[in-house]
């Protein structure tokens, strides 16, 4: 009869192992970005969807900034209803790399941003008609992108010898109140909705200016924007992934709170972007019953930042 030993010892190598053969590789170091949609939709077969592939040029031929959060969210919604069973994943990274730098006294704007932003990152997953197991969070109603008028050169920002610079006009906080209601108007009268202090909110927190600004134009009570302001006081401004923060933490507080939905116990809300061009995302929430407990988020410490956002659809 054969012993253990034996057969364990005809089963290993005499050598010790070895190292066969190598391979690496490496994508280009210069991609084009004009090209880049061309050649995605081209090796992911998907050249028919003209109409997503000129969202996705729109999406990736500018820098999106801090509304890049409402953008990846309005392209998920689209890729989740247009492909049945699709579960798009979204990603917002913030890194600092590329900003910090120190003060410049031809540049003082520039210091608004060093003293604001900071580092984070957040995902969420996106799909219709749930499964049984799925336990959905927040429905994607309505969404839509408006550049503001008369704003041009309002944010800027240039990729410049010692990285990415910003700038910042006085008047942004200004621009925005001054055209926030259109959009309001837009997005809630289809539904019958005219009081804003009925809905939750998640707005960019792109400044305490800001924050203030829209809520005396919009008379808003100021536990509205306390979600926001939450996440700009113990995170700081982390572009496209502050309203992905800010939607966690409403859900949260409405599960600790005890309310009956995932909307602080109300039933529609209002996500709102705002970055460079002027920009501004807005995107239609309605919530579900607070039972519904699944939502991934991370953070890292509060620094300054720059943002990468990523869409992958997963089928």
């Given amino acids: 009869m054969v012993s253990v030993e034996e057969i364990r010892k005809a089963q290993r190598g005499e050598d010790p192992a070895t190292v066969m053969a190598i391979g690496t590789a490496t994508p280009p170091n210069c991609v084009d970005q004009s090209t880049y949609p061309d050649y995605y939709f081209r090796i992911t077969n998907s050249e028919h969807m003209t109409e997503f592939k000129e969202k996705f040029k729109g999406m990736y031929d500018a820098f999106q900034g801090c509304f890049a959060g409402d953008t990846v969210l309005r392209l998920a919604k689209d890729l989740a209803e247009n492909n049945k069973g699709a579960r798009v994943l979204v990603v917002c990274s913030q890194i600092t790399t590329v900003t910090f730098r120190g003060p410049s006294d031809t540049h003082l704007d520039s210091l608004v941003g060093q003293a604001l932003f900071g580092d ?56 925005i109140s001054k055209n926030i209601e259109k959009a309001l108007v837009e997005a809630f009268q289809p539904f019958g909705i005219s009081d804003y202090n009925s809905i939750f909110w998640i707005a960019h927190p792109g400044g305490p200016a800001i924050l203030d600004q829209v809520e005396a134009k919009l008379g808003l009570k100021p536990e509205k924007m306390e979600a926001t302001r939450h996440v700009l006081s113990e995170y700081g401004n982390m572009s496209s992934a502050c309203v992905l923060f800010i939607l966690d933490h409403i859900r949260k507080k409405s599960i600790e709170n005890g309310l009956s939905t995932t909307g602080e116990g109300l039933d529609w809300g209002v996500l709102f972007g705002f970055g460079p061009g002027l920009t501004v995302e807005t995107v239609t929430k309605l919530s579900f019953f607070s039972s519904y407990l699944f939502f991934h988020i991370s953070s890292v410490s509060k620094m300054y930042s720059f943002d990468f956002s990523f869409l992958g659809c997963i089928t």
């Fill in 120 to 175: 984070g990152a957040a995902a969420v997953i996106v799909g219709s008609d749930p499964l049984p197991l799925e336990k959905p969070l927040f429905q994607l109603v309505w969404t839509a992108q408006t550049i503001l008028p008369d704003s041009e050169g309002a944010i800027d920002g240039h990729l410049r010898q010692v990285g990415l610079t910003f700038h910042l006009l006085k008047d942004v906080p200004g621009l």
